[in-house]
């Protein structure tokens, strides 16, 4: 048997495999699931954990709030913490986003969607000076 030939029937092996795997998922994770929800204790920690990393966001949505308020960045950010879940919209337009990209270096949705649960205490100032940044020196048409 030459290289090539042996080459091709290894490489249509493995993509039966890949084919297989990708096809269908393992069912690890509904099995974590239905124990956690099947176990008292488990499900009771489970909902700490829930109450815990909801409660983060919801502080991290409140010290951006006041970072944006005491820097004094125009327009109003109510909506920030009027909002829930790990996803809120900023308000900011393309350019602006653009801008947070290229001088700061923070990324987001191109519709100023951000992700807050990449928000930390040591972070938060940082964001929120790019946002009052990006608002105060461009302008959206």
Same mark, same amino acid.
């Given at each position: 048997m030459n290289n090539a030939d042996y080459k091709n029937r290894i490489k249509s092996q493995m993509e039966l495999i890949a084919r297989a795997m990708w096809s269908n998922p393992p069912n690890h994770g509904a099995r974590i699931v239905a124990t956690v929800l #099947? #176990?008292?204790? /488990?499900?009771?920690?489970w909902q700490g954990h829930i109450k815990e990393m909801s409660s983060r966001v919801f502080s991290m949505r409140e010290m951006l709030y006041q970072h944006l308020k005491s820097l004094g960045t125009p327009g109003t950010w109510n909506h920030i913490v009027d909002q829930i879940g790990m996803f809120t919209f900023t308000g900011l337009g393309p350019k602006q986003v653009q801008g947070l990209r290229n001088r700061h270096h923070i990324?987001? /949705?191109? $519709?100023?969607?951000?992700n807050m649960c990449a928000l930390t205490t040591k972070? +938060? =100032?940082?964001?929120?000076?790019?946002?009052?940044? +990006? +608002? $105060?020196?461009? $302008? =959206?048409?």
């Open positions: #099947n #176990n008292p204790a /488990l499900y009771k920690q990324y987001c /949705l191109s $519709t100023g969607r951000i972070n +938060v =100032e940082h964001v929120a000076k790019a946002i009052h940044d +990006v +608002v $105060t020196t461009i $302008t =959206e048409d």
